[in-house]
Each structure stands twice: as C-alpha cells, then as structure tokens.
C-alpha cells in the first residue's frame, strides 16, 4: 500500500518535472551550443590541419593496403601453381634483372639457406621462366629462358614434336633442332619436354609464333606479367619424382582364362624373382600373361611412368590388354587412367 | 695519391675526380636501371654505362689508370648481369685502345661529330660482344636487342661530353 502510494507520487513528480526541468535546462543547452560553435570557429583551423594530416594518413594506409592486395593476390597465383607429382618448391621475389642482348639472368632472394641448388627449375604464376645457375646464402641468380647461352629442351603438345628452345636475347627464344617433317602452326603450345633430366616435364613455356627472321619463335607465357614473384622447384633429377612403394617388387595377380573358375598362374605370395635356368618352363598361357606383369617387364615399365610429370594432361595411347588375360593390376599408380568419379546419390539404385 | 693540377685552366686531375666519381655513377646507374619494375608494360632501358667512361678517359688523356679502372669496371658488369666472365672488359678495352688510336682525330671537335665518334666507338664494342657472344652461345644474339640497348647507351653520351668538357683542359700537356 505504502510502496504503490510512493511509486505513484515519484511518478507524478517525474511527469512535472521533465518539463520543468527541459525549460529550464534549454537555455543552457542553447549557451552550450553557441560556445561550441564559437569554440569551433576559432579552431576551425588546427581543426582542419588536424584532420587533414589524419587524412593524409589514411591515404597512406589506403594505399599500402591496396599494395598489399596486389602482392596477396600475385603470391597466391604464384602459390597456386601445383606440379604433378608435387614438388617441394620455394617462393623468393626477384630483386634485381639484367635485360641484355648478351645476359638475361635474374636475382631471386633465396639462395642456400632454403634448399635452392643450381639447376632448379624456375617458374612463375604463368609458366617456366628459366633455371638456377648460381647459388650464394641468400639469394640465386636465374638464367632466363631468352638468354643466349640458354637451352631448354621442349615439347610441343599438338605434334608431340621435340624441340630445343634456344635464348638469343630477344624476347621470343627461337625453336631449334626442329625436325622438317613436324607441321607446325602459330598458336601451338610448348611444354618442357623432360628430355636431359633438367627440368620436368609438362612445365608450360609458351606458345609458337612466327618471328621476324621467319623461323620459329614461342612467345613466352611468362610474359604475360612482370615476373616480381617466382617459384623455384627445387627438382633434381626424375629420381625424386619415383614412388618407391610402387617401383618396389609386388605380388601380380592371378591371370585368369576365359574360364573364372580356372587359374593359370597361382597367386604368388613372394617377391616375384627372376625364373633360373633350371626352373621348369612355365606353361603356354602364362607367357600370354607376363609381358605386362612378369618382374623385368614391371620393373622396366614402372620407371619411364614415375618420370611423367605434367601440369597439363599429357594424351597417351590406350593399350589394349590381350583378350584371354583378364585385366592386370597396373604396375604403377601413374599408369593407372583416372579413377572413375563415385556414383552421385541420384544415380544409386534405391 | 697526390692531385695533379692542370697548367692550363687549373682544374684539379685527382683520379678520384676523373676516374673514381664516374666509375661511381656509372655503377650506381647500372645498379639502378636493374630494377625489375615495368611501366607500361615495357621494362627500364639498360645501357652500358661504362661505355660513356670508356670513351672520355680516352680522349681526355692517355694514362696507366683508365684501362684498369675498365677492367673492373667490365668484370663488374659481368657479375652483376650475369654474363659469361671477360665479355665486358674485352668490349671496354678494345673501345679505350680503338678510341685512343684516333684521340687525336676526335679532339675538339664539335658535339655532333664527337657524338658520331662515341656512335662509332660504342658500335665497335658491341660488334666485339655480339661476336664474343655468337662464338659462346653457338648462336647469333637477337640483333633488335642488340639494337635497343646500343640506342640506350647512345642517349647517354652527354654525360661522357660533360665528363670530357670537365676535363680535357686540365693538362694541356696532352693537347
């Protein structure tokens, strides 16, 4: 009873004063907003300085943030390239660059301390750009592609032709060494070709054009913009690019007949090794078998696929299995054609 | 090292001056025109800088100093672009001795014509490094690059005339 009379009575206090108090309080929020006025006239100007420089700043900042996006985005292009198999590789930006008749090279700010070594492959976000021909702590100088004492060893995808890409100092290094018979055609890509083990194959290099002199010239893909961020693959030969699991010796299957039920060649459960003189001849229709699975053959066949390296699909012929052999287990994962995508939940019989 | 002062004009002959300052700027160009920056697509001119000493030095006066300081200057050259070792120094030297043999031709003479004479001069140094070039690649260097950067190192021979103007009457000795 007490509390409702005391709420009722602060309440009606509060309803006479808000605007006695608004009254009263007007003329000296009025007084308030002539001082701050006056107050802002006469610091206009420090004002105006002030945020002038603070405007200043915040261009600065605009700036440097859109820098900072145009690198981000270059170095995740750089980033983005992905060899096949993968390769260790080390992202260094070029420093310095020498554009001569008679030296091409460039500066790359990584060097000894992280794994560079002469004769790495260099590629930035567009393609090959050259190799590594020096090596200090820090930094690595790079032979470019258009340097005239650079030779590179290329494939053109079209023809499967090969070539030697030859620097001369210009900017679109000459094809070389090209047999007559290959039918050549502006346009046609150019692809590292793998051949001398200096650089992997299927790295992109450009594509064919004519040149001035009337030969053969590939314009790089590297030019397609500044090359300030590179790659270095740190590649050393094909034989890091092996799987040793699947170079390794392993069981075949079982070859089959027409007939399922019938085996020709019982499953091993051994290394396979190399049959002795005094072994007894295997039958017939276990040769039928072999040439695709017997150890020398999966041995010899495995190593030329753990080379194939590609960032572009590279055709192959399809080998045809003999009919009465029942599909073999590829000797390399390499060899294997892709693997057909999963069945999509639509497609799977309720 | 003591300066040798002119008898004509008295123009102080310290190898600093004639021969240290512009191996200075010659390398401080190089340097700065190797920046890996493009404008408009196109990437900066790359002139050989020390040709414009090359041909001064040797108008200026004969001296022991100059081919050395070319020397250095040539192997320079040759670490920071990359290049194959002697290319530089080689072009550089034939151009001081080749210039040298004809000082006497070339001095005094008007702008244009000392012009022609660096034009010359500059073109027999790249004749000897295209040829150089030519015999270590096995393969003739792109002659429109070798035309780009004779171009860019043309524009530079008024550096080499103020260099001369700077110097050629300090010792009338070798007027």
């Known amino acids: 009873m007490k509390a409702g009379a005391y709420d009722a009575a602060r309440r009606a206090v509060d309803a006479v004063e808000s605007p006695v108090g608004g009254a009263l309080s007007a003329p000296v929020r009025w007084t308030g907003s002539v001082v701050d006025n006056v107050r802002g006239y006469f610091f206009a100007v420090s004002e105006n300085r002030h945020l002038k420089s603070e405007l200043v700043q915040s261009k600065a900042t605009r700036d440097q943030l859109e820098a900072l996006q145009v690198e981000n985005a270059r170095l995740r292009a750089v980033l983005g390239i992905r060899t096949d198999p993968p390769l260790p590789h080390v992202a260094a930006e070029t420093i310095a660059d020498s554009r001569g008749p008679f030296a091409n090279t460039r500066l790359a700010d990584a060097g000894r301390d992280k794994g560079v070594s002469e004769g790495n492959p260099v590629v930035s976000e567009h393609g090959l750009i050259g190799r590594v021909v020096g090596v200090s702590d820090h930094v690595s100088r790079v032979l470019l592609l258009t340097d005239a004492e650079s030779r590179t060893p290329v494939l053109l995808v079209r023809t499967n032709g090969r070539a030697i890409l030859a620097g001369d100092g210009g900017d679109t290094p000459k094809l070389d060494y090209l047999r007559t018979a290959i039918d050549l055609k502006e346009g046609d890509r150019v692809l590292t070709s793998g051949d001398g083990g200096v650089f992997p194959r299927g790295l992109p290099v450009g594509t064919v054009v004519r040149g001035l002199d009337g030969g053969w010239h590939v314009a790089l893909d590297s030019d397609a913009a500044p090359i300030d961020y590179v790659q270095i693959l740190l590649f050393s030969d094909f034989s890091q690019l092996a799987n040793a699991q699947a170079l390794a010796p392993k069981d075949l299957p079982t070859a089959m007949t027409e007939e399922p039920s019938a085996s020709i060649a019982p499953p091993t459960t051994s290394a396979p090794v190399a049959p002795k003189p005094s072994a007894a001849k295997p039958p017939a229709a276990a040769k039928l078998a072999t040439p695709a699975g017997a150890k020398p053959a999966a041995v010899k066949a495995a190593k030329p696929t753990a080379r194939l390296m590609s960032l572009m699909p590279v055709r192959a012929a399809p080998v045809k299995p003999p009919k009465h052999v029942a599909p073999t287990k590829p000797a390399s994962p390499q060899y294997a054609a892709p693997a057909p995508p999963p069945p999509r939940p639509s497609d799977i019989p309720l | ?175």
């Open chain 2, 1 to 175: 090292m003591t300066a040798t002062t002119g008898f004509g004009s008295g123009k102080s002959m310290s190898p600093i001056g004639w021969l240290g300052m512009p191996m200075l700027f010659c390398a401080a160009g190089t340097v700065l025109l190797a920046t890996p920056i493009r404008i408009f697509g196109l990437g900066l001119p790359e002139p050989v800088f020390p040709l414009t000493v090359a041909f001064a030095w040797a108008v200026i006066r004969p001296s022991v100093l100059p081919p050395f300081a070319l020397l250095v200057m040539g192997l320079f050259l040759d670490v920071f672009w990359g290049g194959p070792q002697g290319l530089w120094p080689l072009c550089f030297l034939t151009t001081y001795a080749a210039v040298l043999s004809v000082r006497r031709l070339i001095l005094g003479q008007d702008f244009i014509v000392m012009w022609a004479s660096y034009a010359a001069a500059t073109a027999l140094a790249f004749a000897v490094g295209y040829a150089v070039m030519a015999m270590i690649a096995g393969g003739l260097p792109n002659l429109i690059a070798v035309g780009w950067q004779f171009l860019a190192t043309l524009v530079l021979f008024p550096f080499a005339h103020r260099l001369i103007g700077r110097y050629e009457d300090a010792d009338v000795r070798f007027r």
